[in-house]
């Protein structure tokens, strides 16, 4: 059995990172996509979501473009303070809910 490219819990990265892949033509597919909502019911290495390279040799290609995606993940920073209303607000806003005003600092 091939050993999974990514094995995780978080369902939408899982299927995002698939497109991400997709998008660089390194064809790949999920397994336990139904059996990964049965989290804490059964031990998690037996239900992660796992994303299958269909092509081993892709592989190096495949963490590359991983690495890549993961470097360029912004992080969620410094919670801030609205110049326009006062409101508090965490750092990976990068405009105010209440009056729409875009982040300064």
Do not use: Y
Request: charged letters at 30%; proline letters at 4%; glycine letters at 8%.
């Amino acid at each position: 059995m091939r050993k999974p490219l990514l094995a995780s819990l978080d369902t939408l990265e899982v299927h995002h990172l698939k497109n991400v892949l997709e998008a660089e033509g390194i064809r790949c597919f999920l397994r336990n996509d139904l059996l990964a909502r049965l989290a804490g019911e059964i031990p998690f290495t037996e239900c992660a979501l796992e994303l299958h390279l269909a092509d081993e040799a892709d592989r190096w290609r495949a963490e590359r473009v991983l690495d890549a995606w993961r470097r360029a993940a912004p992080s969620p920073g410094e919670a801030w303070t609205c110049g326009g209303c006062g409101e508090q607000l965490e750092g990976q806003f990068t405009g105010c809910w209440r009056c729409g005003q875009a982040r300064t600092s």
